[in-house]
């Protein structure tokens, strides 16, 4: 079989078109939640959700296997969801009120969160397949229901996301000035935290629960690198997320590896390369003066010294005779 017969194939194949579409979206809406979390310093945000979100997915296989729905996890997105967005606005509470620290707080449910789900999922009758299938990604069992799950949450997210870019950079940069501006800052920040929410369910069935925050931080990161504002780092983000996920998941489609854990590798040593190589592409640029109309009336120590040795200098030398 040659190679163009091979990528043929690929995409020809029902199990990886759906793959494919998830990746894409995927890839595309992680990173554009992640440039704000970068923005509010808050990056390991999307592992505290990502546990929590193990526990509503545990709940959904309870409730589903109550119920008798076949398949048993037929719920588990929406209990995702729903756990992930109470999860959300909880940490966003605490953070805000000041009660404890942001890290206890994302600690506190890294605990509480991957607990929960482990004992939930036992007491429905899972299997430690299963819990691993949502932990580190399985997007070879991606269902259609799930593809439509994907897709509406990452419509939502990008829709909210490049919607409200401005309110939410101004809050995500400066919560004080955007206060001050007339801006809903605690509306908005509960919005960062529900679409950050959003997000890692969306991206549990790629990169799993656990990986979800590095899709959604570390193509930011590349970014940074390169992009010298805000509006061009979130495309650059989301362009590199698209690209490493489908060049993830096309990686195990010929090699039987984890696609979760190959997306974000890929990403890392991305990164890797890109930081070592961008001292090559930087031109040192020389120092301008602001204000070149006006004339400069302080002076560094050094040419303070250069002036009182000129002055001390010119009062020793004795006065030319007439």
């Known amino acids: ?8 194939e690929l995409l020809t194949s029902p199990l990886m078109q759906r793959a494919l579409l998830a990746a894409v979206l995927v890839g595309a809406a992680a990173p554009v939640v992640g440039t704000f979390l970068v923005q509010r310093r808050m990056a390991l945000m999307g592992d505290g959700i990502g546990h929590v979100a193990l526990t509503g997915v545990a709940l959904g296989w309870l409730v589903g296997s109550w119920a008798g729905l076949v398949p048993q996890d037929a719920l588990a997105v929406p209990g995702a969801v729903v756990a992930a967005i109470v ?10 009120r000041g009660r404890t620290s942001g890290d206890l ?5 890294f605990y509480g969160g991957i607990a929960g789900g482990v004992l939930l999922i036992k007491v429905a009758g899972g299997t430690n397949a299963n819990l691993i299938s949502y932990l580190f990604g399985s997007i ?6 799930d593809l439509w799950w994907t897709a509406g949450l990452a419509v939502v997210v990008l829709g909210v996301g490049l919607g409200l870019r401005t309110a939410l950079f101004a809050v995500s940069h400066d919560e004080e000035f955007a206060r001050a501006s007339g801006l809903p800052v605690r509306a908005l920040s509960m919005v960062v935290a529900v679409i950050a929410a959003l997000t890692v369910t969306i991206a549990m069935r790629v990169v799993g629960l656990l990986l ?8 930011v990161a590349i970014a940074q690198l390169f992009a010298r504002s805000f509006g061009r780092t979130m495309t650059l983000a989301s362009v ?3 690209v490493v996920s ?11 590896i984890p696609p979760g854990a190959t997306i974000v590798v890929l990403a890392i040593l991305v990164y890797a390369v890109a930081a070592t190589l961008r001292p090559l592409f930087s031109r040192p640029q020389p120092p301008r003066d602001p204000h070149p109309d006006m004339v400069d009336d302080v002076l560094l120590v050094d040419d303070v010294h250069d002036v009182a040795d000129d002055d001390e200098a010119a009062v020793r030398r004795p006065s030319p005779t007439p």
């Open 87 to 96: 999860g959300s606005v909880v940490i966003e509470l605490v953070r805000e």
């Open 1 to 8: 079989m040659t190679a163009w017969d091979q990528v043929v």
């Open 240 to 242: 590199i997320g698209v």
């Open 212 to 219: 979800v925050s590095a899709l959604m931080i570390v193509p």
């Open 140 to 145: 070879s069992t991606v269902s259609t229901a």
């Open 246 to 256: 489908v060049a993830g998941l096309v990686l195990t489609y010929w090699q039987d």
């Open 105 to 109: 707080a994302l600690a506190l449910m």
